[in-house]
């Protein structure tokens, strides 16, 4: 069974937060976000169609989804 996820959607999990992207495309959303002073770790999910992105630091969710709601996909 393939695991599935809403796409540029923040979420939060135990304090921290994470994105989905398509899959092969998260490297390319991590710069996209670190242009923008958003750091973030990649992690392409094993029978997935997505790959994961974990959020660094202190960040403000609602702010991270104004980036990527704005991102060029």
């Given at each position: 069974m393939q695991a599935t996820a809403?796409?540029?959607?923040?979420?939060?999990?135990d304090g921290?937060?994470?994105?989905?992207?398509?899959?092969?495309?998260?490297?390319?959303?991590r710069l996209h976000l670190a242009s923008h002073g958003i750091a973030a770790r990649v992690s392409e999910l094993a029978e997935a169609d997505f790959d994961r992105l974990e959020l660094d630091g202190e960040i403000?969710?609602?702010?991270?989804?104004v980036v990527?709601?704005?991102?060029e996909r």
């Open positions: 809403d796409l540029f959607k923040v979420y939060p999990v921290r937060y994470f994105v989905h992207a398509p899959a092969g495309r998260g490297e390319e959303l403000d969710p609602v702010a991270v989804q990527l709601d704005h991102w």
